[in-house]
């Protein structure tokens, strides 16, 4: 059955091909016809930019495709609040210089690749077009105009009649774009559930989900001014292997792709991409959808927040990692940045924390920073370094997840010179790092040395790393182990204490955990053959699965049942511990920590925050006073309700 359908997917794909057969010769002979041209010609004048007044944008006018005319363009200057209606582009940059050439009011200019792209697939025979790309319509040699420009970003993406999401070219296109509409169609006119969809492509091999992968994996998923342009247009056309899609439709399946039990199915052992891509391409399109959502609402849209949406982005300038999202802020904390591309990625940074932390909520992104990750910039520790995408935040900017000191109002004092390199919190030391474990398993890096293999499959690393999780518990986490305050103290066992630690005790950013958890973590110590329940036979469930059908000691059905529920709990530990370290304090807590965290390292609980917090002696003195170093936001289990949070503290100085 399979190799019937892949063969009907084939005959489908030439058939799309065939009807688009004209149209393509045609795009080739008009390449052919301009590249020409440009030989011709090769002696015109390179295009100058004349200067732009306030509140004026460029609009590249396209014109009628012709047989015997190339692409020769116009730029038109407009008042942006009177515009003509144009179509804003979202495109990838790329790493290679501009090399294509094109004409503009007769004279020649180098565009790139993309771009050429877009503007041979918008030719239209019946009308002009008017375009607004960036990297055409802005002088990029022209610094004061970027940053300019860059202001107008918001108007230009949300007044532009649509835009066009060019993602590039994408094998099987055709078959994507259809299996895309059909997931919405399952839901509504069938009734399908997730559960439903996994029984339903295991059992028929859905040969469409592996045509998923080469889309999510396009480099236009992960590029932060993606999430801007998207999440502001009235209309989005995402256009990829020469078919266009409605976003619209395209969110409307982002639920099914991101599901955890279903979204695996979008990597391949024989694929020509990282198996972890695709699945990052889903997160990011949901984030850009959610974006768009919260744009429309009536609440504010802070700073601090969209930095946070945009940590798995990725910017070829750090300082597009701020200037990027400004556009989506409609409260005050981001009218004192300016874009200005002179300043240093590092001063950039810093006068962001500043802004944020002169806001009505001072500590919303002190969880992102310290020394307990790495960074690319020499930044102070209490700044967050936005570019290192292996920040692995325990709760968001916008929701009360944890209350390890939000009992305590907030004191930040922050010194009145623009360059000061240090802030003071208020707060109270608790505990020390006594033991230290290894970093998670499902760590970035290991998944890039294993990019053959999906993380499912990465049995042995999951039973050693919940092996040292079970030794760390039992033999220095103190017992009996308390949790909660007065009149709701209540003591928990060993097993529960390691599961809600390895899991940060929340669920979809709420805490504590449901108890019904407790299931999934069983059911996976019983996958990996740490239990007892593994039995009847010697081999642990992971293995079994591996073996002929008539050598297995455990039914198919309890075998997929296990996996089932082992894998929707590997998830939550997935988002907990990934990257990160578990650890335990001298007084015997069960702790999640920063990669970087060493023994010894202060805990301490900063009023105000939600987490408790790593810090460590500074080498460095102000004014003959000890000062300190922000290792990082961490979960401490038996920390995170207020437990340590005492109103006799001290000010920290961080550096």
């Known amino acids: ?188 006119l069938l009734g399908m559930t997730t559960l439903d969809r996994l029984l339903d492509y295991r059992a028929r091999h859905d040969f469409a989900w592996r045509f998923m992968g080469p889309v999510f994996s396009q480099p236009w998923f992960t590029r932060s001014w993606m999430l801007q342009e998207i999440a502001l247009a009235k209309r989005v056309d995402l256009v990829f292997g020469g078919v266009s899609l409605d976003w619209e439709v395209f969110a409307e399946a982002l639920p099914v792709l991101g599901n955890p039990l279903l979204g695996r199915f979008l990597g391949s052992s024989d694929a020509e991409y990282e198996v972890t891509r695709p699945l990052l391409g889903v997160k990011n399109a949901i984030i850009m959808e959610n974006c768009r959502v919260l744009t429309r609402g009536d609440s504010d849209v802070t700073l601090d927040e969209v930095l946070q949406f945009s940590l798995q982005f990725q910017a070829t300038k750090g300082h597009d990692k701020v200037y990027s999202v400004l556009g989506l802020v409609n409260d005050q904390t981001s009218e004192s940045i300016v874009p200005d591309y ?21 500590l919303s992104s002190l969880h992102l920073a310290g020394c307990g990750t790495s960074g690319q910039y020499n930044l102070p520790s209490w700044v967050p370094d936005w570019t290192n995408s292996s920040i692995r935040p325990f709760h968001t900017s916008s929701t009360i997840t944890y209350n390890a000191g939000t009992e305590l109002a907030s004191r930040v004092v922050i010194p009145p010179e623009i360059d000061a390199q240090f802030i003071c919190i208020a707060g109270n030391i608790v505990d020390e790092i006594s033991v230290l474990g290894q970093m998670g398993p499902l760590v970035a890096e290991e998944l890039k040395r294993r990019e053959a293999r999906m993380i499912y499959r990465e049995e042995h690393l999951v039973y050693e790393w919940l092996k040292e999780a079970k030794l760390l518990a039992a033999k220095y986490v103190k017992k009996p182990y308390f949790v909660g305050q007065a009149p709701y103290r209540e003591i928990q066992n060993e097993d529960e204490v390691l599961w809600r630690t390895i899991i940060d005790d929340q669920t979809e950013g709420k805490s504590p955990a449901s108890a019904e958890l407790a299931t ?8 990996v053959g740490l239990s007892s329940s593994t039995l009847p036979g010697s081999i642990s469930p992971f293995k079994q699965h591996r073996l002929p059908e008539d050598e297995h000691t455990l039914p198919r059905e309890h075998l997929q049942d296990l996996s089932r529920s082992a894998n929707t709990f590997l998830n939550h530990v997935a988002a907990a511990s990934l990257g990160n370290c578990l650890a335990v304090t001298k007084s015997g807590l069960f702790a999640v920590v920063p990669p970087k965290t060493r023994v010894g390292d202060t805990l301490s609980i900063i009023w105000g925050a939600q987490t408790p917090y790593l810090m460590r002696p500074a080498r460095t003195k102000l004014e003959g006073q000890e000062t300190w170093e922000l290792v990082g936001s961490c979960f401490v289990h038996g920390l995170m309700g207020g437990e340590g949070a005492k109103a006799d503290g001290v000010m920290f100085t961080f550096v």
């Open 342 to 362: 002179n300043k240093p990625v590092e001063m950039v940074f810093t006068e962001t924390m500043r802004s944020l932390i002169q806001s009505n909520s001072p």
């Open 1 to 188: 059955m399979p190799q019937i359908t892949l063969r009907l997917a084939a005959l489908v794909q030439k058939v799309f091909f065939a009807i688009l057969l004209p149209s393509k010769y045609l795009g080739q002979l008009e390449r052919s016809y301009i590249v020409w041209t440009g030989r011709k010609f090769g002696s015109r004048p390179t295009y100058r930019y004349s200067e732009l007044g306030p509140g004026h944008i460029r609009l590249l006018k396209i014109p009628k495709r012709s047989n015997v005319a190339g692409l020769q363009c116009q730029i038109i200057r407009v008042l942006l609040a009177s515009a003509p209606p144009y179509e804003a582009v979202s495109y990838c940059w790329g790493t290679d210089p501009p090399t294509r050439k094109i004409v503009v009011d007769g004279k020649s200019m180098k565009v790139l690749d993309s771009v050429y792209e877009v503007l041979c697939y918008r030719r239209s025979f019946r009308e002009e077009k008017l375009l607004w790309i960036d990297s055409v319509c802005i002088n990029q040699e022209d610094e004061a105009e970027k940053s300019e420009q860059i202001q107008l970003m918001r108007t230009i993406f949300s007044e532009a009649a649509g835009v066009l999401a060019w993602l590039g070219d994408v094998e099987n296109a055709l078959i994507a774009r259809i299996f895309i509409s059909s997931l919405n169609s399952k839901s509504e």
């Open 520 to 527: 999934g973590y069983a059911a996976l110590e019983s996958y």
